[in-house]
């Protein structure tokens, strides 16, 4: 039965050598964009947390984060507002699930996985229309990495205000994992500017 569990646990991981390809390939990609890159390196943290005890796909799950924003790459001027971001989002979800689909089978992932991880990546901004549990892991990972302190932020106060109302309004009440809740608590207490405008999510 252990070995068992094991043999899963093992097929499931992600593995270090197709993470480190994964690293390189989105460092390169946003190679011109700060923000996303640690945008991405902490969505791609908290999805390993969240399944190391919640469970899940790590090689689906944790890939997905990793090219959940490729598609923004060029398609954000220096100094973009909410708006510009907000925008853009349908279709960074459409091109990134396309450039992920050229990518994957190079990094060795199979059809099915490279099928899941694509839909994924364009389905995981439309908050309101997600149902599966995979979904909702993807937009607990993703919403823990904009407010993850260690990514920043690049609006200006006023800006972030209204991105603060947004986030504790559509995305926070779609959580449902303890993980992903807990690390939700946490992270908005750390984050000093988010706390300055949050009501739902005050200490």
């Known amino acids: 039965m252990k070995s068992?569990?094991?043999?899963?646990?093992?097929?499931?991981?992600?593995?270090?050598?197709?993470?480190?390809?994964?690293?390189?390939?989105?460092?390169?990609?946003?190679?011109?964009?700060?923000?996303?890159?640690?945008?991405?390196?902490?969505?791609?943290?908290?999805?390993?947390?969240?399944?190391?005890?919640?469970?899940?796909?790590?090689r689906v799950l944790v890939t997905a984060m990793y090219l959940h924003d490729i598609g923004y790459a060029g398609a954000l001027k220096n100094g973009y507002s909410l708006d510009?971001?907000?925008?853009?989002?349908?279709?960074?979800?459409?091109?990134?699930?396309?450039?992920?689909r050229g990518l994957l089978p190079k990094l060795g992932f199979s059809d099915s996985e490279v099928e899941k991880i694509t839909y994924l990546i364009s389905v995981h901004d439309r908050i309101e229309e997600l149902r599966t549990r995979d979904e909702l892991l993807v937009l607990e990972a993703d919403s823990l990495a904009q407010i993850?302190?260690?990514?920043?932020?690049?609006?200006?106060?006023?800006?972030f205000a209204r991105y603060v109302e947004i986030f504790e309004r559509k995305r926070a009440p779609r959580f449902i994992t303890k993980t992903g809740k807990a690390a939700l608590k946490k992270l908005a207490r750390e984050n000093k500017l988010f706390q300055k405008y949050a009501v739902l999510l005050k200490k």
């Open 4 to 58: 068992d569990k094991k043999a899963a646990l093992s097929k499931d991981a992600l593995g270090k050598e197709p993470e480190e390809a994964l690293k390189q390939l989105v460092a390169r990609i946003f190679a011109d964009d700060d923000w996303d890159y640690r945008h991405t390196l902490s969505a791609a943290k908290w999805m390993k947390h969240i399944v190391k005890h919640e469970g899940g796909d790590e």
């Open 84 to 100: 510009d971001r907000i925008e853009a989002k349908t279709h960074h979800m459409a091109r990134g699930a396309e450039q992920a």
């Open 148 to 159: 993850d302190p260690v990514t920043g932020n690049t609006f200006g106060e006023e800006e």
